[in-house]
């Protein structure tokens, strides 16, 4: 059975650093593209970050380039999401997700949606306080 866990959400104070986890287990992702999801308190789930199989290729949301960096530990099979200078906004529930196909490249704008992504986790809570 596929799993992904995340962890290493909390509470943290404005302009604070955190480092989300995905443990993945079950199956391998080294070759499949994975991102991060995260939904707020009344909002709809929104894209945060994702990476292409290969890692030659990265996306980020707007509303945390240069904050956030993805990245993946092969021989852990963990996806990594490095959160630095957080906001207040940032507070919502952070998703990993993964593609289910290998090797498979995909258009830039659908990394940027649920669609391409098989495998959810259960989410971990990350509160901003101001």
């Known amino acids: 059975q596929v799993q992904l866990v995340e962890s290493g959400g909390g509470l943290v104070q404005a302009g604070g650093s955190l480092r989300l986890s995905c443990a993945a287990s079950g199956r391998t992702f080294s070759n499949s593209a994975m991102g991060w999801f995260r939904q707020a308190p009344g909002k709809e789930r929104e894209f945060v970050a994702a990476?292409?199989?290969?890692?030659?290729?990265?996306y980020y949301a707007d509303s945390v380039k240069g904050r956030f960096t993805i990245s993946r530990d092969t021989a852990k099979n963990t996806l990594n999401l490095e959160m630095n200078s957080l906001k207040p906004e940032d507070t919502a529930v952070y998703y990993c997700a993964a593609d289910s196909k290998l090797t498979t490249f995909y258009r830039s704008s659908y990394y940027y949606t649920p669609d391409i992504y098989d495998y959810w986790g259960q989410g971990t809570l990350v509160t901003v306080s101001s």
């Open positions: 990476r292409s199989w290969s890692g030659t290729r990265t």
